[in-house]
């Protein structure tokens, strides 16, 4: 695998690449890397010649600095797992790299009633971040693929809303959620969790499971307010569990299918967020 630093030097690696007609898959990370990357990487590499990730702990992202600070990094063992995993180029730059001083982000405010709301409403700002650094990395790598994982499905729609407006030569594909085998959705925030705290969070995928389990036209509005309290009970603390319109996300007001339940709970000091798509 080869590792770059300079977004130049890794630019010009790749217009080298595609003039000799090798498709390029890109999986952009924030590092901490479990098995739902290798799953990104995997199929990047089913489908494209060279595979690049990129490692990058995105500033502008992050609308809590202490949530930036703390963020888990482990760059030597991330590295090695790229290497196992196949990934051919690795690009992690640093933050001076891909910011100028006083650089204003790009903004996302136009981009429909779904940015607005979960994520959107309780991190205000995190769009707009992760809209400038995509728009950054897809210049500088200029992918025919690029790989997201389900698990952030927001963000998804996000990715795909800035794909089609400006890179609409790039293919989005969005991947499954990898889980754990007690339901936990992996997440690199999962390392923070104490022993206590990670047996409770395979609750959250137990409840959205019952959700999916009683969503009949009886059940549907009693079921998503008992999932409500019981996420909201010690040593939970919900931040929203809304079950919404899979492109508009659209809160769901009478019965409906297809429909994704979204949900953001802390328990203890880490945030965790899943979702389950109702066919
Ligand atoms: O999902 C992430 O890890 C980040 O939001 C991304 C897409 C790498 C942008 O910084």
Redesign the pocket.
Known sequence: MILFRDPNEIKEFLVSKRRQNLSIGFV???GALHQGHLSLIAEAKGNCDLVVA?I?V?PT?FNNSKDLETYPRSIESDILKLISAGCDVLFHPEASNMYFEGEKKLSSDDYGYFIEVLEGLKRPGHFD??VT??TK?FKIIQPNQVY??QK?YQ?CLV?ETLIKRDFPEIVLKRCRIIREKDGLAMSSRNARLNAEERRFAAKIYQILCEIKSQWTEENFLNCVLESRNLLNTSPFSLEYLEVCHVETLMPVKSYFKPVVILVAVNLGKTRLIDNLIIE
Do not use: K
Request: charged letters at 5%; proline letters at 6%; zero cysteines.
């Open positions: 952009p990370t924030m990129s990058f995105n992202q971040g992760v650094i995509l990395f997201f994982g952030d963000q990715a």
